[in-house]
């Protein structure tokens, strides 16, 4: 097992959120939020992961499989295949240190996977589904951190219901809610289904995922999952026009679901509502709330670009990258409101939370192109609300 680190330099950016009317957003209006970004120790792996397991347990950040294109230059990326991995490393403080971190090395799944969902628990991180190149699975298992004899370890859980690979989670209360994604490789094999676990009945004959009322906004893959204010959000994500089968047909999606357990418990058909669309389509990003009543898309694709790539595939070796901006949800208003610039762009890697903030973890920053960053984003101390591409 090996140490890497134990420090890098700190890039801090202060963003400043934006408010507007309820129901819609306006990038021009000015609210006091404000968000500061600064860099971790990189991950150890040298070219990065996109679709990882990326969860917080024990103080430490664990980040599992993954895919990527290894390649010695850029130019090589579209003559190699895409690689899974079932690599796993552990970001942890060196002891007796606050803020000195390292990462560990030398852990690995039982099998390489990647696209799978993530949630981090007090008992450990729950990870379901995903695919190894092959096949879209349904397996799902608790990582856990063993801070005294560092050591990752595994424990099974009740596969899902059905495959699934480029889906989304989150945690309300004891309950892990796993939004379906894909039940195979191809986007047009997206679900609307919902499943929960229930933690409290861990080690328990029987234990199961519970089939829930289904996303009533459709089938999607890569869309935001978030909990906030004891609800589930899903938020955009994409899916496959019918009668299509490449990317011109694929339709990138702006709308926001809002799903409750106490509205379920009470009458299962009030258990889902929409909430406002975002101001544009996005997928593949990172959601995670700030203080108890908003939510902040930190990193997505928008799909601006699906046109130029579906005519003319070549554009992916040109690809600018995704937006490097943020949007802020309040929950109680029902409204979207930007977040303003932010200084990366890594998708199809979840949002963490850890230390009084939220991680991102390596990710994809454009078509094949991995980053090894590893971000903290917070809101400044004394902010209101701080309550406390698949290629």
């Not at 008992?123 to 995903?130: F, K, Q, R, S």
């Amino acid at each position: 097992m090996r140490r890497i680190g134990p420090r890098v330099g700190l890039v801090a950016v202060s963003l400043l959120a934006s408010g507007g009317p309820a129901g819609g957003a306006d990038p021009d209006s000015r609210s006091t939020t404000r968000l500061e970004w600064r860099l971790l120790p990189p991950l150890p792996d040298p070219i990065g992961m996109a679709g990882p397991f990326v969860g917080a347990h024990e103080g430490a950040i664990v980040v599992a499989g993954g895919a990527n294109f290894a390649a010695a230059d850029a130019a090589d990326l579209w003559d190699v295949p895409k690689q899974y991995h079932a690599v796993a490393s552990v970001l942890t403080r060196e002891a007796g240190t606050t803020d000195n971190l390292a990462w560990r090395t030398g852990f690995a799944l039982e099998q390489p996977v990647a696209y799978g969902a993530s949630a981090s628990t007090p008992a450990g991180i729950v990870c379901a589904g995903g695919e190894d190149g092959r096949q879209a699975v349904a397996d799902a298992f608790m990582l856990t951190w063993d801070s005294d004899a560092e050591k990752l370890l595994r424990s099974p859980l009740p596969p899902l219901p059905a495959p699934s690979t480029a889906g989304g989670a989150a945690v309300v209360g004891s309950q892990v809610y796993v939004i379906a994604g894909q039940e195979g490789l191809g986007l047009d094999s997206a679900t609307d289904r919902l499943w929960r676990l229930d933690l409290t009945a861990l080690g328990a004959a029987g234990l199961a995922w519970e089939p829930l009322p289904p996303l009533p906004g459709g089938p999607r893959a890569f869309a935001m999952v978030a909990a906030a204010a004891d609800r589930l959000f899903v938020i955009g994500g994409r899916r496959q026009q019918p009668g299509t089968t490449d990317l011109a047909g694929v339709e990138p999606l702006a709308d926001c679901h809002e799903f409750s357990p106490e509205r379920f418990a009470q009458d299962p058909a009030t258990a889902w509502r929409r909430r406002a669309d975002l101001p544009a389509p996005l997928m593949a990003g990172a959601a995670a709330a700030f203080g108890r009543s908003q939510l902040v898309v930190l990193a997505a694709a928008d799909g601006e670009l699906l046109e130029q790539l579906a005519a003319d595939p070549e554009f992916a070796k040109r690809h600018p990258g995704f937006p490097k901006r943020a949007w802020a949800y309040d929950t109680v208003a029902d409204r979207w409101t930007s977040a303003g610039a932010t200084p990366a762009c890594p998708v199809t890697t979840p949002a963490v939370a850890f230390d009084g903030g939220v991680v991102l973890a390596s990710g994809e920053l454009r078509p094949r192109v991995r980053t090894r960053e590893v971000w903290h984003v917070r809101e400044r101390a004394g902010q209101p609300g701080g309550e406390q591409g698949h290629d």
